[in-house]
């Protein structure tokens, strides 16, 4: 669990029981304990496990629009666990709240030592882009370059995203994910607030094979999650339904809370909803009331291959200012 951390005291507690225990990380005694008395007056937060403080993130403001993620630490045993990822959402969830409109964060450039290439590629899963060098210091005792990093806010996350129709890892997408992931979906607008849309996470094996097992064209086999998204076609008011958009509108926030979190995932509508009918099968495997309508899948899981961007016609094309001509 995430929680938000104004108490000095325990900031600086937290902050040194973390940095500490990752001796071999943080060898610079003297950057670990300035770091333990500035954190104190950043927004922190931290990670816990029960009464276990496993983790740590603080921002540290850099501008009017930007915010530096300053220092981060989570326990060895909590590696590679989304414990790094879970403090970064809502770090950055703060920073939307707050009227950030960049994080940055300050690592050295990839290729010059190993930690840093790992922790880089941690910075590019969470939608960090590098950008030009702003910044090169070089240290005459252990030169390096600084280098900064950055991650646009929601605008970023939509200009990055893109449908992703490859193979997935065979690794399980944690609960906590998915959980952020349909939260986004049902956090969507609605027509009249009518909330037509519902969703239902499916992450066990058995169903997932069923559901795979009926897919036809073979989508998603690899997926080790998928979001089944339902509608109910209600009218909205008087004979308006808005069915349609409400759930449009819930899978767009969900594809870029996937893409957000480092997943690819897919809008696979026409594949179930043409003449077959797979969404009625996969309705049926789900159990899924008469009253709602299967309308879509979402595979959620780490891509294995690259993939393209479409081309998109060009914006002069398709937006226009005060007038069409
Ligand atoms: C309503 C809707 C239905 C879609 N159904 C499918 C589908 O059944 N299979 C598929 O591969 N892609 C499907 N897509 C994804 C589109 O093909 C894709 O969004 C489009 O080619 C643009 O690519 P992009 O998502 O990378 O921008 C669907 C997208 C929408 C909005």
Known sequence: MIRFIEDKDLKKTIARDVLEALTEWFEVEDSREQYI????????????????????????RTG???????????????????????????????ACREGYSFIQVKTVRSGMYEDYDITNEFYRSLGFKELEVLETYWDEA????????????????????????????DEPVPVEDLKIIASAGIDAPSGCNKQTTDIVIV????????????LDPPVAQTAPAMIVVLTRRINAYRDR????????????????????????????????????????????????????????????????????????????????????S
């Open 203 to 214: 992450n066990d094996t058995d169903v997932l094979s069923k559901i795979k097992a009926v």
């Open 37 to 60: 008395r500035e954190c104190v007056n950043w927004p922190f937060f931290a990670y816990y496990d029960e009464e276990t403080a496993a983790g740590f993130l603080c921002l540290k």
């Open 241 to 324: 339904c808005f069915a349609i958009q409400d759930y449009s509108a819930a899978i767009e926030n969900m594809l870029l809370a996937i893409v957000e979190l480092g997943y690819q995932s897919c809008w696979y509508e026409g594949h179930i909803t043409d003449e077959d009918r797979i969404c009625d099968k996969i309705a049926q495997i789900l159990n899924v009331p008469e009253e709602y309508d299967v309308v879509c899948i979402l595979p959620v899981g780490k891509a294995v291959d690259d993939f393209h961007a479409p081309s998109k016609k060009p914006f002069a094309e398709r937006v226009k200012f005060n007038s069409w």
């Open 142 to 169: 252990n030169p390096c370059q600084i280098y900064v990093m950055g991650l646009k806010t929601a605008v970023n996350t939509i200009a990055t995203r893109h449908s992703y129709r490859g193979k997935f890892k």
């Open 64 to 94: 009017d629009e930007t915010v530096e993620l300053a220092v981060m630490g989570v326990l060895k045993e909590y590696h590679r666990k989304g414990v790094g990822r879970r403090l970064f959402a809502a770090a950055k969830d703060y």
